[in-house]
């Protein structure tokens, strides 16, 4: 059984930064790969970062490519997302993803339907 738990959420200012983290138990990932989506108030998930596990490949979603970055930490069996130069239109619920199973693209890794596991979520809110 995989648990994932997300953390570092809060209130931050427009142009601020603030980093999440997702702890990971259970299998590892060796050949597998994670995620950050989204899900801003009456709008759907949305992608926002992905790495491969084993070799730290990524992914950005064009709204938050160059604010946003994505990193994990094999030891410590955690991935976090570094964001930088928050937006109010950032403040959304943030999720972590996780797959045990990379199929070598990196765009197989953007849609939801990629992962088998989640964490709860971690609340973001950006002032303006």
């Known amino acids: 059984q995989v648990h994932m738990a997300e953390s570092g959420g809060g209130l931050v200012q427009a142009g601020g930064s603030v980093r999440l983290s997702c702890a990971v138990s259970g299998p590892t990932f060796n050949n597998g790969a994670m995620a950050w989506f989204r899900q801003a108030p009456d709008k759907d998930h949305e992608f926002v970062a992905a790495?491969?596990?084993?070799?730290?490949?990524?992914s950005y979603g064009d709204s938050v490519n160059g604010r946003f970055t994505i990193s994990r930490d094999i030891a410590m069996n955690t991935m976090y997302l570094q964001m930088g130069n928050l937006k109010p239109e950032d403040t959304a619920v943030y999720y972590c993803a996780a797959t045990l199973r990379y199929s070598g693209s990196l765009w197989t890794l953007r849609p939801l339907s990629t992962y088998e596991f989640w964490g709860r979520g971690t609340q973001v809110t950006v002032s303006s």
């Open positions: 790495i491969t596990w084993s070799l730290g490949d990524t």
